[in-house]
Nanobody
């Protein structure tokens, strides 16, 4: 089955940047739409961005629009989330997840999840 592993999290100052990676194994990532989600302590998990299997369609939550960019390199079986202009409220565990259809790219609709990577934005 598909396995997903996130990497790239860490501590960054407000206004800084990080690039998260979601590496897939066990299956071809190009067969799946991929979403990035995050969960802060005491809050529900929320969707922040999704990308179609071929990369032609993307969407973003209003909270990250203009600051985050999702992309994929199917040849490397990897999806990325470039995060710029980071804010303290971006602090959360970030997860990538996979589903067969972009229309199912919701918290409740994903089939496979990674274990998450922690992003901390603090001065």
């Amino acid at each position: 089955q598909l396995q997903l592993v996130e990497s790239g999290g860490g501590l960054v100052q407000p206004g800084g940047s990080l690039r998260l990676s979601c590496a897939a194994s066990g299956a071809t990532l190009a067969n799946y739409a991929i979403g990035w989600f995050r969960q802060a302590p005491g809050k529900e998990r929320e969707g922040i961005s999704c990308i179609s299997n071929g990369g032609g369609r993307t969407n973003y939550a209003d909270s990250v629009k203009g600051r985050f960019t999702i992309s994929r390199d199917n040849g490397k079986n990897t999806v990325y989330l470039q995060m710029n202009s980071l804010k303290p409220e971006d602090t959360a565990v970030y997860y990538c997840a996979a589903t067969k259809w972009l229309s199912r790219c919701t918290v409740g609709g994903m089939e496979y999840w990674g274990k998450g990577t922690l992003v901390t934005v603090s001065s």
